[in-house]
């Protein structure tokens, strides 16, 4: 009985430490130098206790591969949801070039869901790491695989009329695989949208990540429409929902298009882009009703040409009230025809849109800088290199960087010989712009911040020892009011 007792333990204990696998975006900077953006595996494992054990999976910096990062014993903090981690303790790095360690290291993140976000310092070889799973590219976006709705094709992650709801079904195929595809294109697909004439009545070459609704035969009714709702269980036919999953805050949209206008029609095909919160949207919207997860949109025309031609087109943040919300869906609606039902009136001549490699873009502006609670003056997005006064050398968590939008980006630093180089990074983990900062520690406040009179107790490494003001690597300071700032030097 006590066996079988202790196996059955064994196998409970098994069940709620099984690992979630978190395919990561990286940034990482050695020494203050960044290297070149990178993706790597993440496994994350909560344990029976409530703390976590973390594996990196083939991790390198600086072009040197080191292998495998195992940290265990994470402390988790549960609020809100959410997970916080943290980590004080040591780690060895190998690889095929050397063994070190155990070197100190701090670990910071949260599990949220199914959102992964961390940041990983090793001071004592200068490594500073920042990785999320942030969901911030369109799924499909290049056209490259397609399923079957009934008889008719629809790439990946996109949808058309035939896998809409309503009168959808009775209407004809509007979307096609093409070959033709632009020049510097690293695919061999394209999709191909097309109007079509029904009962005498143009209907629109659509493609949407939503989904359509037909309900109505005027083509101007708002019962005709896309739509996202995040609530319904219905698949197409790859087994994907008809919502893209979507956390990024984008800048623009991109896409390459060729577009011929049919028989009678004169007006220019569209693109619109609606980056959502939780929760049903539609577009166009019922005339009275506001829809208060609408974060930001992107809209334009494109103009008749024979070439493939690349346009971009930035998102529209500050005519939505919404921008604190979290984005939860992105609705990307291409169709023939920038006026319900005034498209091609022949099927023999119809409306012609080619669409290759949507891509969304990142290119956060800074509003302004923040370190340790001191404003950086004259700050421009376009300067690069400041003179700023400190209480302290501040660590990456002291460091504040607003942008325009709400746009969100990564901070990693790195202070030598009176020198803060700030690189940020944006949701994707490219590098944006490099901040350098000329620092003067002000003697006269040594210990005082600049949020109110608390006195430093003392400086600490990560062995617990204390250490001097001029200490380099990790260090602890510990002040009067009961805080501690880790900062890197």
């Known amino acids: 009985m ?7 333990l064994v196998s409970l204990m098994s069940l709620t430490a ?13 020494y203050g130098e960044p290297s070149d953006p990178m993706e790597i595996d993440l496994e994350c494992t ?35 949801e959410q997970d916080y981690l943290t980590y004080d303790g040591t780690i060895t790095l190998g690889g095929s070039w050397a063994v070190v360690g155990p070197l100190p290291v701090v670990f910071e993140g949260f599990v949220m869901g199914g959102i992964f976000a961390a940041h990983l310092k090793v001071p004592d070889v200068g490594v500073n790491v920042a990785l999320c799973n942030l969901v911030t590219q369109i799924y499909g976006s290049d056209f490259e695989n397609w399923h079957k709705a009934g008889t008719s094709d629809e790439p990946n992650g996109w949808h058309g009329i035939k896998s809409g709801t309503g009168l959808a079904s ?4 509007s979307a096609f695989i093409s070959d033709d595809v632009p020049a510097d294109s690293k695919g061999t697909k394209s999709v191909k949208l097309q109007s079509g004439v029904t009962l005498g009545i143009s209907a629109n070459g659509t493609i949407t990540t939503g989904r359509m609704a037909v309900g109505d035969m005027d ?12 609530s319904s269980k219905d698949v197409d036919g790859n087994g994907d929902p008809f919502c893209n999953t979507f956390q990024g805050r984008p800048t623009s949209i991109t896409l390459w298009y060729k577009f011929k206008n049919g028989e009678g029609n004169t007006n220019p095909a569209l693109i619109s882009a609606n980056l959502i919160g939780e929760g049903f949207f539609q577009e166009p919207t019922p005339e009275g009703t506001t829809y208060e997860n609408l974060i930001a949109n992107a809209t334009s025309s494109l103009e008749a040409t024979d070439e493939w031609k690349k346009v971009t087109v930035p998102f529209d943040y500050a ?19 920038s006026v319900p039902g005034g498209g091609s009136k022949s099927n023999d001549n119809p409306d012609v849109l080619y669409v290759d490699d949507v891509q969304l873009n990142y290119e956060p502006v800074v509003k302004s800088i923040h ?12 300067k690069t290199t400041y003179d700023i006064t400190l209480p302290d050398v501040p660590a990456d968590e002291d460091i504040d960087i607003e942008c325009l939008n709400g746009n969100e980006v990564w901070a990693l630093s790195y202070y030598e010989n009176n020198t803060l180089v700030v690189n940020m990074y944006n949701q994707e983990m490219k590098l944006s712009k490099t901040y350098t900062f000329n620092v003067t520690i002000d003697t006269a406040v040594k210990g005082i911040t600049a949020t109110g009179n608390r006195t430093v107790l003392g400086r600490y490494n990560a062995n617990g020892q204390k250490v001097g003001s001029n200490a380099k690597g990790l260090v602890i300071t510990k002040y009067s009011d009961g805080t501690a700032v880790k900062s890197v030097k």
Do not use: Q, R
């Not at 009775?170 to 195929?173: H, I, Q, W």
């Not at 370190?371 to 376009?382: C, H, K, N, Y």
């Open 371 to 382: 370190i340790l609670d001191t404003e950086v003056e004259g700050f421009s997005a376009d």
């Open 2 to 8: 006590k066996k079988i007792f202790t196996l059955a």
């Open 170 to 173: 009775f209407a004809g195929a």
């Open 219 to 230: 083509p101007t009714n708002t019962k005709n429409n896309v739509f996202v709702d995040p």
């Open 18 to 30: 099984m690992a979630e696998t978190y395919h990561c975006k990286l940034a990482v900077d050695v």
């Open 46 to 80: 909560k344990n029976a206790d409530g703390k976590y054990d973390i594996l990196l999976k083939d991790f390198a910096f600086g072009g040197m591969p080191v292998g495998d990062i195992t940290i265990n014993g994470i402390d988790a903090k549960t609020e809100e």
């Open 319 to 337: 005519s939505y009230n919404a921008k604190e919300i979290d984005p939860a869906s992105i609705l990307v609606t291409i169709n023939t025809c």
